[in-house]
């Protein structure tokens, strides 16, 4: 048995924390490597397996194909909105034409409430806008997670909302 006097005040508390935590630690330890083997993994192999399930047919998508949905993806040269009537705005400038879409577009522009990119990192959610029948040019406007300095508001994006170079939309790396 130890005396009292060869134990020094700090190291008594010490080895209370230390058995603490060795005895929250210790059982969880056991279960996780308990999980970590599963329960058919000793058993036996099967004289037969089951066939594959049939392939399902897959789903009509009526999203265009150019357009990825859920995923990031990098698009060049869209314009970015704060509010989803912003965005529609822009697109309905395009029923007075170029000029009139670029003086809707600069109005917004000078009021930061949206900004053209030449790269956006975007996870687009869904299609809520676009340029109605007899508008020869295709404007839409798409819900999206965009990533801005590594977080990952919510906004507005526009896919041909400003006449560029080759807007585009590639997986992200």
Not at 129 to 148: C, K, M, T, W
């Amino acid at each position: 048995m130890m005396a009292a006097a060869q134990v020094t005040p700090g190291a008594e508390r010490g080895f209370e924390i230390m058995l603490r935590i060795h005895s929250r630690i210790a059982p969880a330890a056991a279960l996780a490597l308990a999980l970590s083997f599963p329960a058919g993994s000793f058993a036996a192999a099967p004289d037969k397996l089951d066939p594959p399930p049939a392939a399902k047919a897959p789903a009509k998508t009526i999203v265009p194909l150019e357009y990825v949905f859920g995923k990031e993806v990098v698009v060049r040269n869209w314009v970015l909105c704060i509010s989803q009537p912003f965005a529609e705005s822009i697109v309905n400038a395009w029923s007075g034409g170029v000029s009139q879409a670029e003086k809707v577009y600069a109005d917004l522009k000078a009021a930061k409430s949206c900004g053209q990119f030449p790269e956006l990192r975007v996870i687009l959610h869904e299609s809520v806008y676009e340029s109605g029948p007899g508008i020869d040019h295709v404007a839409r406007v798409f819900a999206a997670q965009v990533n801005l300095g590594g977080g990952w508001p919510t906004g507005f994006v526009v896919f041909g909302g400003l006449p560029a170079p080759a807007a585009a939309v590639t997986p992200a790396q």
